[in-house]
T-cell receptor, first 113, second 125 residues
Framework: GNSVTQMEGPVTLSEEAFLTINCTYT??????LFWYVQYPGEGLQLLLK?????DKGSNKGFEATYRKETTSFHLEKGSVQVSDSAVYFC????????????FGKGMKLTVNP | EAGVAQSPRYKIIEKRQSVAFWCNPI?????LYWYQQILGQGPKLLIQ????????DSQLPKDRFSAERLKGVDSTLKIQPAKLEDSAVYLC???????????????????????FGPGTRLTVL
């Protein structure tokens, strides 16, 4: 079946620290991969995506590379800010029939000044 | 452009009561989704509509949950009767859904983003 496993938190970092959130997936076929972010009190927002192997998604200083050989899509940011405090979800889009998003459990990040 | 609207934002009920949630998708979006997000977990798809038809309701607990999208625009999700384990945030999302794509183009290459509403937080006591 389709599933996403991501690093669980919560994680607390200092401003300007390096961030990595691990994400691996199990899927039938060749899914598209996503990172969503949920800021406090707000809805889910798409942060970045990648649709094929070796694609790199990037947005707001965050990056993630679709690694088919390791079935991974790790999220990285070189220097986090207080405004990056949020919950981050890794997700895949299933193929065939009704396309649907399958999410990981999410990881709460707190960045302190 | 207005986003996905949901109401109410918060609801507290006692077990065995009934509750309904409302979603107004982005104008023109043909596909509508309802997700359940239990605390500490990622969202789980409950039901997917394409216009006013159900595409996937395989994870909807049909003995107590129901949803409709009669005119292919707004949607309501109902729980009757509610249980303690239904306490969660209920998210609605919509998607444009590309029409007229060439038949040999994989859907993932013409992906239209799902836009999420703010959710309704349900507490069942």
């Amino acid at each position: 079946g389709n599933s996403v496993t991501q690093m669980e938190g919560p994680v607390t970092l200092s401003e300007e620290a390096f961030l990595t959130i691990n994400c691996t997936y199990t899927a039938t076929g060749y899914p598209s991969l996503f990172w969503y972010v949920q800021y406090p009190g707000e809805g889910l927002q798409l942060l970045l995506k990648a649709t094929k192997a070796d694609d790199k998604g990037s947005n707001k200083g965050f990056e993630a590379t679709y690694r088919k050989e390791t079935t991974s899509f790790h999220l990285e940011k070189g220097s986090v800010q207080v405004s990056d405090s949020a919950v981050y979800f890794c997700a895949l889009l299933t193929q065939g029939g009704s396309e649907k998003l399958v999410f990981g459990k999410g990881m709460k990040l707190t960045v302190n000044p | 452009e207005a986003g996905v609207a949901q109401s109410p934002r918060y609801k507290i009920i006692e077990k065995r009561q009934s509750v309904a949630f409302w979603c107004n998708p982005i104008s023109g979006h043909a596909t509508l989704y309802w997700y359940q997000q239990i605390l500490g977990q990622g969202p789980k798809l409950l039901i997917q509509f394409q216009n006013n038809g159900v595409v996937d309701d395989s994870q909807l607990p049909k003995d107590r949950f129901s949803a409709e999208r009669l005119k292919g625009v707004d949607s309501t999700l109902k729980i009757q009767p509610a249980k303690l384990e239904d306490s969660a945030v209920y998210l609605c999302a919509s998607r444009l859904t590309l029409r007229g794509a060439p038949p040999n183009v994989p859907p993932s290459t013409v992906y239209n983003e799902q836009f999420f509403g703010p959710g309704t937080r349900l507490t069942v006591l």
